[in-house]
């Protein structure tokens, strides 16, 4: 699923995990992936949070598409 959302947007959206290594200029994250129901995450120093979605930066976007749609067909 491709981002709409502003980089401003995704950090105040509370139940969402950032995977991107941003630079000086925070850039919009591609990716979406929306979970089924809300994990357990622990991030640094052990604390704790649930996460529904999870924003995915990449350095090869063609390749993670591909492969996300060839799990989800063979989810189905």
Avoid at 21 to 48: A, M, N, Q, T
Avoid at 49 to 71: A, H, L, N
């Amino acid at each position: 699923m491709k981002n709409i959302k502003t980089p401003e947007e995704v950090a105040r959206d509370r139940s969402c995990f950032e995977l991107a290594l941003h630079g000086l200029e925070k850039e919009s994250i591609p990716y979406v992936v929306k979970l089924k129901e809300p994990v357990e995450i622990r991030r640094f120093f052990g604390f704790k949070k649930r996460v529904q979605t999870v924003y995915v930066k990449v350095d090869e976007p063609g390749i993670f598409y591909k492969m996300t749609q060839r799990y989800m067909k063979k989810d189905k």
